[in-house]
């Protein structure tokens, strides 16, 4: 009895190209994602130690802080 193979080696070939892609788009969500989260915890740490009068100043209220981090974090693309 002979073994025949379901999958064409270009078949394959191809599903291992796909897997490639997937893992690489995945690991760099990952490091866009840990990026981000860098950038949010920075910015709320720093406009957090401003005092109220600081803030004041540059014209945000310490309700915006939260707000203000999350949309530098957005800026991060790569």
Not at 3 to 11: E, F, G, K, L
Not at 13 to 30: I, M, P, T
Not at 41 to 61: N, P, Q, V, W, Y
């Amino acid at each position: 009895m002979a073994y025949h193979s379901i999958h064409a080696p270009a078949q394959v070939g191809s599903w291992l190209a796909r897997a490639r892609d997937f893992l690489a788009r995945e690991r760099d969500a990952v490091r866009v994602g840990l990026k981000r989260r860098e950038v949010y915890k920075a910015t709320l740490c720093e406009l957090s130690a401003l005092s109220d009068r600081e803030l004041h100043d540059i014209g945000i209220t310490r309700g915006d802080i939260r707000y203000l981090a999350m949309q530098e974090a957005r800026k991060v693309t790569q």
